[in-house]
T-cell receptor
Framework: GAVVSQHPSRVICKSGTSVKIECRSL??????MFWYRQFPKQSLMLMAT?????????EQGVEKDKFLINHASLTLSTLTVTSAHPEDSSFYIC????????????FGPGTRLTVL | AQSVTQPDIHITVSEGASLELRCNYS??????LFWYVQSPGQGLQLLLK??????LVQGIKGFEAEFKRSQSSFNLRKPSVHWSDAAEYFC???????????FGTGTQLKVEL
């Protein structure tokens, strides 16, 4: 149980384009989803927290107009990187909590974004 | 403010040897504590967690951790390491209830055959 998927696993795009990453909870209803960014050989940096049906709460320093987060259902959250630039290249990981265990975050496999 | 310290950036052990990864936390209330493992290019997998009760918790893959309130520690242990345990290990603390976690900087484990 508590499986979280992400799609795509890898994406390469040109500078200036937008990229959407999906995060799904497969076997539970995720009342809260989190989006992280991870630079090579570093820890996770929380970008935002989203609750189903509500606007996401962004961490300080994260541009909400650049990283659009939608949590339209209890099983799906999306992160859209708008007008991506090479400095946005990173590993993006989502996590979800909910179902019978709201205290634990279960993580997706991550999405490697490369912006050329 | 809450914080997590993992003092060892890299640890190398021989296969079959015992392992202890250190984690110290700073938190104002009763903490919810977690250990996650990350293989290269992958997401994080939950190894174990502590909320309350018995301070020695068992996890997956033969791992265990002990919560010591007096030392503000939650060290991860394994009696005999396998080569497949080579990965990055993260300790995290939070308030529970679907609230955000604070992660340590991670410990990279290398296993020598």
């Amino acid at each position: 149980g508590a499986v979280v998927s992400q799609h795509p696993s890898r994406v390469i795009c040109k500078s200036g384009t937008s990229v959407k990453i999906e995060c799904r909870s497969l076997d539970f209803q995720a009342t809260t989803m989190f989006w992280y960014r991870q630079f090579p050989k570093q820890s996770l940096m929380l970008m935002a927290t989203s609750n189903e049906g509500s606007k996401a709460t962004y961490e300080q320093g994260v541009e909400k107009d650049k990283f659009l987060i939608n949590h339209a259902s209890l099983t799906l959250s999306t992160l859209t990187v708008t007008s991506a630039h090479p400095e946005d290249s990173s590993f993006y990981i989502c996590s979800a909590s909910g179902g019978g265990d709201t205290d634990t975050q279960y993580f997706g496999p991550g999405t490697r974004l490369t912006v050329l | 403010a809450q914080s997590v310290t993992q003092p060892d950036i890299h640890i190398t052990v021989s296969e079959g040897a015992s392992l202890e990864l250190r984690c110290n936390y700073s938190y104002g209330a009763t903490p919810y504590l977690f250990w996650y493992v990350q293989s290269p290019g992958q997401g994080l997998q939950l190894l174990l967690k502590y909320f309350s009760g018995d301070t020695l918790v068992q996890g997956i893959k033969g791992f265990e951790a002990e919560f010591k309130r007096s030392q503000s520690s939650f060290n991860l242990r394994k009696p005999s390491v396998h080569w497949s345990d080579a990965a990055e290990y993260f300790c995290a603390v939070g308030p529970g209830g679907g609230n955000k976690l604070t992660f340590g900087t991670g410990t990279q484990l290398k296993v020598e055959l």
